[in-house]
């Protein structure tokens, strides 16, 4: 598997809260994503980034903001969490030939 | 922009059946395709590409897929499920030759085997 590791793993937050999900890299990847995997609608992309300080939003983005300060990390932001935002969390790594994810970071927002 | 219909949302197979899964894309343009599978609890995992060439894509698991042009599909496919397919798959399209990085999922197809 690559390298990739997703913190936290699980988290339960209350409405209105900011919340900040980390992804890890160990392959010095410049391409990483953000996606939400929620049922009947698949993996939609929520922000993208191909490289340090060079972000982009996906189709998902309102409610999301992004940084990537270092090339090993992508850190996604729910400014202040909604019900609708209870969702599992994928960050993954590579070009569209070899993309590989991560474990996965499910959320709940009460 | 490019879009995915997978129409069968769940499947339910007797293991040694055969399995055929849809997938239709929707781009204006090239397209490379993807299906990638979800195991229980487990994170995504490519099965198989296509790019060009052979339009018969064999994967790992002795899954293959057949990318049929005129009719926008990439059905993915194997001969005899076993038990351990049990598991959600994902077809994906992104844009070809040179068009970027991101990939669109379909809905994903839930494929249950018994034994």
């Known amino acids: 598997d690559a390298g990739i590791t997703q913190s936290p793993r699980h988290k339960v937050t209350e409405t209105g809260t900011p919340v900040t999900l980390r992804c890890h890299q160990t392959?010095?990847?410049?391409?990483m994503y953000w996606y939400r995997q929620d049922p009947g609608h698949g993996l939609r992309l929520i922000h993208y980034?191909?490289?340090?300080?060079?972000?982009d939003k996906g189709e998902v983005s309102d409610g999301y903001s992004v940084s990537r300060s270092k090339t090993e990390d992508f850190l996604l932001t729910l400014e202040s969490a909604t019900s609708s935002q209870t969702s599992v969390y994928f960050c993954?790594?590579?070009?569209?030939?070899?993309?590989?994810f991560g474990p996965g970071t499910r959320l709940l927002v009460l | 922009a490019q879009s995915v219909s997978q129409h069968n949302h769940h499947v339910i197979l007797s293991e040694a059946a055969s399995l055929e899964l849809g997938c239709n894309y929707s781009?204006?343009?090239?397209?490379?395709l993807f299906w990638y599978v979800q195991y229980p609890g487990q994170h995504l995992q490519l099965l198989l590409k296509?790019?060009?060439?052979?339009?018969l894509v064999k994967g790992i698991k002795g899954f293959e897929a057949e990318f049929i042009k005129s009719k926008f599909s990439f059905n993915l496919r194997k001969p005899s499920v076993q038990w351990s397919d049990t598991a959600e798959y994902f077809c994906?399209?992104?844009?070809?030759?040179?068009?970027?990085?991101?990939?669109?999922f379909g809905t994903g197809t839930q494929l249950k085997v018994e034994l």
């Open positions: 993954a790594i590579g070009p569209q030939e070899t993309q590989y």
């Open positions: 781009y204006g343009g090239t397209v490379n």
């Open positions: 296509y790019f060009s060439g052979d339009p």
């Open positions: 980034s191909y490289g340090v300080k060079d972000t």
């Open positions: 392959e010095n990847h410049r391409y």
């Open positions: 994906a399209v992104a844009p070809g030759r040179g068009g970027g990085n991101k990939l669109t």
